[in-house]
């Protein structure tokens, strides 16, 4: 009864936990915001015209090619395929189209209409015939060598031209824009072929998945080299945009570019972030998104040199264009200086002063009425009053250029600054100032914040002026337009709040009232730097008096990374927003995250912070939900080690679910997280590079933030989980396979035959090996997963047919053997053996009705010992079910191109497949008596745990070094069975 109890037990504990895998599973698949992203219409018919490239290119590379966008009409007038514009190479992604090109270049073909065909951008696409590059690394370099020819056959068709292009700017989606960073690996590549690199949703700091080690050597070469060569690459300027929490293939704090800051030629921006458009992408949307593609073309059109006709080779403007579009958009064209000194209209305008330090601005309902233009002074506060910022918004004001810096002569003279020194005396401000209306255009530094202009200026910085002056002009249209102003303190309007524990799921709560005077307020979330801690924040706004409507605009605010999220909701109204981060915060920053909110006067607010359990398994799985393999992997070891030492200290073997009771976290975390201590030693690292160890896993994941000793723990949980349950499924599945296998095979008694290498298994073994070496190593070892599966099968029905002849036998203790096919005569004569045995009227007159093909006699002990070996089988069959999924990418990429290449190469898989295809040779004959009388028994159940603790050291991020571990575990067993 207690065994019964504490099995339900654990079985309750692992549907818990399998339960909160499935909400983190479920919460990163499906719980997230909706897709705003607007389609990207084509007003012609797209056409794809492929460039015809040298015939030793296309020999080698067969299955690539290089196409140029165009449409319909223009298509048609530029047949010849010869460059007119200024390129551009658009760089697919794993499993991608050529064809994605099409929203920029219909979009940026729209706007050199616009502009009367000034000048135009020439799109390019590479197919890669939509190869899994994320998956199997092996054809990386082999994309950038044809990328790199690619480049030079497209700047050869502008030869002739005036101001030929010498160079072009790459977008690359998803893997493309690793492949555009890799360009500059080669030896014989020129950095200034390329000027400006663009990347949609990759993967720049690693691999989402390291399934074979190409991937990460590729990886490391072009990261080294970045890193390496900075000062020398720094005139090549990227930019980076992760999707958010809608990309669930790639997170965004993959999609930074690792550097070490030396100079400022990258951005790295997540697209919720990004102004007019503030929206969360997945990873195929992030190419079409409308609001993205838009920002990216009016970007492309900003950088051209409108001497040359060609992308601007300034390095400072590049900066300053992307800053605009993608990080700050001021509405104020971004070639513009951001502080220029302009002059006011005279006669035509009207001058107000505003002598209190909270102003409002509504226009009246019919802009007619308004003067052509307006002007109103605020006086910067002096230096005794305790004001430390200028806030002002504006809602619907249609100019772009509103507010300016002056210094008031007198009542009707304003002048702006014209040289940088400060101004102490009025005689001294005469001498650099005209006596006209002139003043310092700050439109550069305002904000668009959805449908607010917001400056937030700090009044210190601008102490050489003396006024601010905001510029209302008359509305085009009949459109009210709203101006609000107010000078405030920041300490004043500044609340801090700790964040509530992460393991209070969700029952303790924080609570901030905030009664509004003003027009911005902050929420600072103390100790909130953390990728595995998500919050709900509820915003409630209740206001007594409103005049029209109003809305406000709340923003979470990161300040080491540009990865906000911005939120508009009308008043009042209740509002809730799921805050987690990207990217944890690095160790030298002390900053906070805050709750920016925009709020309306005479208003009060209620914020509720508590800790989502949902938000965050979500994050949990988000970040290492591509780890749980390893420690599901490291469960079923542990199970095998501990089936084999039951094995050969009782003489039988463990179901597997009583099995992995043995599974604990503190067998193997411990061990691993005490070796990463010690290698903060110079001795212990000696020691390691002695052994020729590789790195440990866990000190790359720490160097990210994202790991944890509490974490670990938690997914090795995970792990027991998911293999307790999948054993249940797997076993309830062979049962009813086996089944239906008994329908049309006739199911045979388990021999104990010593032959474990027999004719037709090495002939077997033979054709895989040839298999292996002609095609792909993953092919072989999909053909031996199958077979052992069917041996399996065929094991599970004879066991149950076993089981069903001893039901047919009478319960008395002393029967011990059982007849199958023998006489009275055969009977009596063995009998002697261990007991009484039954008469012959007792046995069925036909034992062939039984359907088995069995020798005479069956024993208690043969249905042990079939059963005992059904049960290693079994396990083995979990363990081959993973080197199943681990060569499923390199199987699929060898299947796709099959008509290209018969043989893979490089093939990841051919050392382990050969490895296990010997070792399963001799697996699939072995049996349960073989392996209790090996010398090696003791050895390798030990050696298990070893096993385990190694691969949670070096296979938890280098996914693809699991199938070795498990190749090196299932060959002691093969050898247990031979010695």
Known sequence: MAGGGCSRLSGILQGILLASVGLGVWDVLFVYEENKCSMTYMFEYPEYLKIKIPKKLSSQYPSYGLYRYKEKNSAETHKELKGTGIPVLFLPGNAGSYKQVRSLGSVALRKAENIHNKFHFDFYSIDFNEELVALYGGSLEKQTKFVHACIKVILKSYKGQKDAPSNVAIVGHSMGGIVARALFTLPNFKSTLISLIITQATPHVAPVLILDSYLIDFYATVNNHWILNEETLRNITILSMGGGFRDYQVRSGLTIVPSIGLYNNTLNVVTSAVPRAWVSTDHLCIVWCKELVLATVRVFFDLVDHNTNQITMDLKKRMT???????????????????????????????????????????????????????????????EELYSNLYCRTTNLESSNWIYGCTLINQSVCAGKANPFPFYALSDRLKYFTVSQEGIDLTGEAELLKMYKIVNFNVEKYRSFSHFVIHVSKARVNKQFRVECEYLTTKSRTMSTPITNVLSFGASVHRVLINSTGLIHYVQLQDFNKIHQAFEIHVESRCQSLHGKRADVYRFHVPWSHEDSVVTTSVPSSTVIYAKLHRARPENDSSVPELQLHTTRNCQYEITIRTSFCQVLGQLIRFHGVYLPTYVVANILLVFGRQLIHLYNEGNCLDFTIALHAAKPYKVIPFVNLAAFLLRYEWFQDVWSIL???????????????????????????????????????????????????????????????????????????????????????????????????????????????????????????????????????????????????????????????????????????????????KIYITILHLLNWMMLFSAPSFIYWLKNLRYARRLNPDPCDIVATILVLTMGILINSHSMLVKRSKLLKYTARIQHFLVIAMAAFGLVHLYRIPYFITFSLALYALCCLI
């Open 321 to 383: 264009v992307l800053h605009h579009h993608f990080v700050t958009y001021s509405e104020k064209d971004s070639e513009d200086n951001p502080e220029t000194l302009v002059s006011f209209p005279g006669s035509a305008a009207t001058w107000s002063e505003i002598k209190t330090y909270k102003w409002t601005y509504n226009s009246p309902q019919i802009s007619a009425r308004l003067p052509k233009a307006s002007y109103f002074i605020l006086p910067l506060p002096s230096e």
């Open 692 to 870: 020729m160890l590789p790195e440990i896993d866990i000190l790359i994941l720490n160097e990210q933030g994202i790991s944890s000793s509490a974490i670990s723990i938690l997914l090795f949980l995970f792990g027991t989980a998911i293999v307790y349950w999948s054993g249940i499924f797997f076993s309830l599945l062979l049962k009813q396979l086996s089944s239906l296998w008994s329908l049309f095979q006739r199911p045979s008694v388990v021999k104990k035959e010593n032959g474990l290498i027999s004719l037709p298994s090495s002939c077997v073994v033979i054709f895989f090996i040839i298999i292996i070496w002609t095609t792909c190593g993953a092919v072989a070892l999909v053909f031996g997963y199958f077979l052992y599966l069917l041996k399996v099968i065929s094991l599970q029905a004879s066991v149950q047919a076993m089981k069903g002849i001893l039901n047919l036998a009478p319960r008395a203790e002393t029967v011990e053997k059982i007849p199958t096919s023998s006489s009275v005569k055969e009977e009596e004569e063995e009998g002697e053996e261990e007991g009484t045995f039954r008469a012959a009227s007792d046995f069925p007159e036909e034992p062939d009705q039984l359907n088995l093909d069995c020798p005479k006699w069956l024993s208690l002990s043969d249905v042990d010992d079939a059963v005992d070996t059904l």
